[in-house]
T-cell receptor, first 113, second 117 residues
Framework: GNSVTQMEGPVTLSEEAFLTINCTYT??????LFWYVQYPGEGLQLLLKATKADDKGSNKGFEATYRKETTSFHLEKGSVQVSDSAVYFCALSGWGTGNQFYFGTGTSLTVIP | DGGITQSPKYLFRKEGQNVTLSCEQNLNHDAMYWYRQDPGQGLRLIYY???????QKGDIAEGYSVSREKKESFPLTVTSAQKNPTAFYLC????????????????FGEGSRLTVL
């Protein structure tokens, strides 16, 4: 079946620290992979995506590479800011999912000055 | 600007009452979804619709109902049968999958927070 396993939180980092949030997946087809961000009291916003193996998605200094060999899509940022404090969700959809979306449980990130 | 509008943003309900959450999109998307989010939890799928006049139950459909009479609208009714309805509700949409099987990303509304008094 299809599923996403995401690194447990919460994660607390100092400003300018390096961020990694791990995400691995299982899929029956050829999924697209996504990272969404949710700020308090708001809906989810797409942060970045990758549609095929070896693609790298990037946005606002965040990056993630679609690794088919390790079934992973880890989120990274070289230097986090206080404004990056939010909950991050990894998700998959696409081939073999019937246009369904499978989400990880979310990782809460707090960046302290 | 195209997007998804959910209303109301905050809603209070007395026990035994039905309430309806509105979701409207002007993105011309075929597929629409309702998710429930509890504090510190991930998203759980309530109902989804891939086309007008058709919808399917998700993982936690009991105590909820939906309709899809128009492409742009997908209202969710939380009935009195839902025993623990206090939660944050998110509506989302995406285009229908193309020949590659991928519909692209999911677009979300700002959410509706329902509290049972």
């Amino acid at each position: 079946g299809n599923s996403v396993t995401q690194m447990e939180g919460p994660v607390t980092l100092s400003e300018e620290a390096f961020l990694t949030i791990n995400c691995t997946y299982t899929a029956t087809g050829y999924p697209s992979l996504f990272w969404y961000v949710q700020y308090p009291g708001e809906g989810l916003q797409l942060l970045l995506k990758a549609t095929k193996a070896d693609d790298k998605g990037s946005n606002k200094g965040f990056e993630a590479t679609y690794r088919k060999e390790t079934t992973s899509f880890h989120l990274e940022k070289g230097s986090v800011q206080v404004s990056d404090s939010a909950v991050y969700f990894c998700a998959l959809s696409g081939w073999g999912t019937g246009n369904q979306f499978y989400f990880g449980t979310g990782t809460s990130l707090t960046v302290i000055p | 600007d195209g997007g998804i509008t959910q209303s109301p943003k905050y809603l209070f309900r007395k026990e035994g009452q039905n309430v309806t959450l509105s979701c409207e999109q002007n993105l011309n998307h075929d597929a629409m979804y309702w998710y429930r989010q509890d504090p510190g939890q991930g998203l759980r799928l309530i109902y989804y619709s891939q086309i007008v006049n058709d919808f399917q139950k998700g993982d936690i459909a009991e105590g909820y109902s939906v309709s899809r009479e128009k492409k742009e609208s997908f209202p969710l009714t939380v009935t009195s049968a839902q025993k623990n309805p206090t939660a944050f509700y998110l509506c989302a949409s995406t285009r229908a999958p193309g020949t590659g099987g991928s519909g692209g990303e999911l677009f979300f509304g700002e959410g509706s927070r329902l509290t049972v008094l």
